[in-house]
T-cell receptor
Framework: GAGVSQSPSNKVTEKGKDVELRCDPI?????LYWYRQSLGQGLEFLIY????????KSGLPSDRFSAERTGGSVSTLTIQRTQQEDSAVYLC?????????????FGPGTRLTVL | GNSVTQMEGPVTLSEEAFLTINCTYT??????LFWYVQYPGEGLQLLLK?????DKGSNKGFEATYRKETTSFHLEKGSVQVSDSAVYFC????????????FGQGTRLTINP
């Protein structure tokens, strides 16, 4: 698989439950991003990982959201005590490295529905 | 903070019509500018980009020119096809730091045969 992959593709959960969303970036890409696409807010940045540097968490909407990236590759976005407003498509993207105009390659997304 | 404003949609055109989707931005410094496209049932993909003033990005017959004086990056195509039906997003990224993308709200384009 040459592209960014995400799992699951769809997740339905009940309000108050925790969920984990997974992202496998393109091999060799050191930068990894999470975004959220929702009807009310459009596409918004959540968090960024670059190599071994501390992540940029400035886009996380609340402390219920967290993410980690293990071994500089796979990333997991965790949402605790889900709320209905968390319903959205969660997109992961990766890029080769920092640099002007580096293209970000997006995965197909995980559609999260909180009932 | 940085922001992107796009022409509101939806936009419906006939095949072979001329397309313009307006995009303006607000940013500190000199961002890089992008157009991303989301075809039905597919993920976001880069359509074209420009990294400095007066650069023209082009791909698949689409063009956009980085206009610093008007802070704009309008998308144009001379003759659209049914296969161009998609949602188009204008975006910018800072040249420093995380280089995260800031997106416009998206414009849904439908081309009728």
């Amino acid at each position: 698989g040459a592209g960014v992959s995400q799992s699951p593709s769809n997740k339905v959960t009940e309000k108050g439950k925790d969920v984990e969303l997974r992202c496998d970036p393109i091999s060799g890409h050191t930068a990894l991003y999470w975004y959220r696409q929702s009807l009310g807010q459009g596409l918004e940045f959540l968090i960024y990982f670059q190599g071994n540097s501390a992540p940029d968490k400035s886009g996380l909407p609340s402390d219920r959201f967290s993410a980690e990236r293990t071994g500089g590759s796979v990333s997991t976005l965790t949402i605790q005590r889900t709320q209905q407003e968390d319903s959205a498509v969660y997109l992961c993207a990766s890029s080769l490295a920092q640099g002007t105009g580096n293209e970000q390659f997006f995965g197909p997304g995980t559609r999260l529905t909180v009932l | 903070g940085n922001s992107v404003t796009q022409m509101e949609g939806p936009v419906t055109l006939s095949e072979e019509a001329f397309l313009t989707i307006n995009c303006t931005y607000t940013a500190t410094g000199y961002p890089s500018l992008f157009w991303y496209v989301q075809y039905p049932g597919e993920g976001l993909q880069l359509l074209l980009k420009a990294t400095k003033a007066d650069d023209k990005g082009s791909n698949k017959g689409f063009e956009a020119t980085y206009r610093k004086e008007t802070t704009s990056f309008h998308l144009e195509k001379g003759s659209v096809q049914v296969s161009d039906s998609a949602v188009y997003f204008c975006a910018l990224s800072d040249r420093q730091g995380a280089q995260k993308l800031v997106f416009g709200q998206g414009t849904r384009l439908t081309i009728n045969p």
